[in-house]
């Protein structure tokens, strides 16, 4: 089955972007392209509207549009501009004979300006960059430009957003700074690689453990645990279970992961505690347990279970061996929360702001537990988490957009060569945090 991404841009761009998704084999393309912002967010509910989507791609700027419409399973990027995109500005500059600084940036990161402008031996000074905030208007931007200019006597701005180009047209020359094909074909390649490893994951075995808990039916225990079994047996989206007797409480299944993310709906609600209810008078406990192998499956689902045992009502939980709990779920629609090993804050919410997976911010939490407060540089952070160098400034960056990572200064790790800046995890902080506040 071909991976559907969706890409949201600017009409202008679309060129750009068609010519960088040319060489993904086995992805389609399904694209929204506007002309003025206020577009963007019905453009993609029409696209989430149209069926299956696996994964999008969208800038900052249309992200802060319609990031709260976007399902929390999908696969999304941010794309941003690297500095192999304001290096190519630069010369662009110098292409026309202008001098490279001053000149006055924005949209980019902070610390990808810093890294262009030492490369190429630029005075600090002569550089301002204004990082993106969805907070700030057009007019904002362009005030920023124009003093900056009238105070250094600069000649050019380089800008990301089309409104301000737009804006500051005939007036002052803009040199546009949006990532060129080079640089959305990597990304496109690593969220295509991402939504890949997505169903990968969805096909490992998983265990779910179902337990009758109704103390007053104790001696009749038999005959209800050959009713749930019964109930289990035929239940359609157990049709390629494997299930068996537990104990005299329980049964045990074993299927794909997937199987039972369908069943109870991605994690957030059980139906089958409502029909084990109504049709054998019973209240049922459930625990699903995701891990390396079968008996980490089942010791985590047994967790999990016992867990759901301790709920006033027909309920269940998710334990995988990432550390993440998911639950409690209940026979309907009950809202989605992800909790970290026996935090009982959501994690859902840190997750969505920094763009990442409850999952992902699950794994950050452990390691920053590991570290034990000491700093980690970009590349020891991806080597951890097994993912690429430039995927590990990437999060460091959305964690820092998020106030999840706090810079800790730099270390010299090579004789020759520049100094690596180093971060200090604050996940735990933002998890106690969150939760003083609901107490």
């Not at 737009?166 to 496109?188: F, Y």
């Not at 069943?263 to 084990?276: F, Y």
């Not at 400034?393 to 060569?417: D, M, N, P």
Request: overall charge negative.
């Amino acid at each position: 089955m071909a991976i559907v991404i969706g890409l949201v841009l600017h009409a202008s761009h679309r060129a750009v972007f068609a010519d960088a998704a040319r060489t993904l084999a086995g992805v389609s393309i399904a694209w929204v392209t506007y002309e003025q912002e206020s577009e963007v967010r019905p453009g993609v509910e029409e696209l989430l509207a149209r069926g299956h989507l696996d994964g999008l791609m969208l800038g900052p700027v249309p992200y802060a549009k319609c990031h709260d419409v976007l399902p929390a399973d999908l696969s999304v990027t941010v794309i941003r501009s690297a500095g192999m995109d304001l290096a190519l500005a630069f010369c662009g500059a110098l292409a026309r004979g202008w001098s490279p600084t001053p000149v006055s940036i924005d949209t980019f990161d902070q610390e990808t300006v810093d890294e262009v402008v030492r490369a190429l031996d630029f005075e600090a000074g002569a550089v301002a960059c204004l990082p993106y905030d969805p907070a700030q208007t057009v007019e904002e931007i362009v005030g920023f430009h124009r003093e900056f200019l009238d105070r250094t006597g600069g000649s050019y701005v380089i800008s990301l957003r089309t409104a301000v180009a737009t804006r500051l047209s005939g007036a002052v020359p803009v040199i546009s700074g949006l990532p060129g094909p080079a640089t959305i074909r990597a990304q496109l390649h690593e969220l295509a690689l991402r939504i890949q490893s997505k169903r990968a994951t969805a096909l490992r075995f998983a265990a779910g453990v179902f337990l009758v808990v109704d103390r007053d039916l104790s001696h009749d225990v038999e005959r209800s645990r050959v009713g749930l079994m019964n109930l289990l047996l035929n239940t359609p989206e157990f049709a390629d279970a494997w299930i068996e007797n537990r104990d005299r409480r329980g049964v045990v299944v074993f299927a794909h992961q997937a199987l039972f993310e369908d069943l109870t709906r991605n994690w957030v609600s059980l139906p089958a505690l409502a029909q084990a209810h109504e049709t054998l008078g019973i209240r049922v406990a459930a625990g699903f347990g995701v891990g390396g192998s079968a008996r980490t499956s089942v010791q985590l689902a047994e967790r999990a279970a016992a867990r759901a045992e301790h709920e006033d009502r027909p309920s269940a939980y998710l334990i995988d061996d990432s550390g993440v709990i998911i639950g409690p779920m209940g026979p309907g629609g009950s809202p989605l929360t992800f909790t970290y090993r026996e935090h009982g804050v959501s994690l859902e919410d840190l997750s969505r702001g920094a763009g990442l997976s409850p999952a992902t911010l699950s794994r950050l939490a452990a390691l920053e537990n590991g570290l034990k407060g000491r700093p980690i540089s970009p590349s020891d952070l991806a080597r951890s988490l097994g993912i690429t160098e430039p995927s590990g400034r990437r999060l460091i960056r959305k964690l820092s957009e998020s106030g999840l990572v706090r810079a800790e200064g730099s270390a010299q790790v090579h004789r020759k060569g520049r100094p690596t800046r180093l971060y200090r995890l604050a996940i735990g902080d933002a998890i106690q945090s969150a939760e003083t506040a609901d107490g």
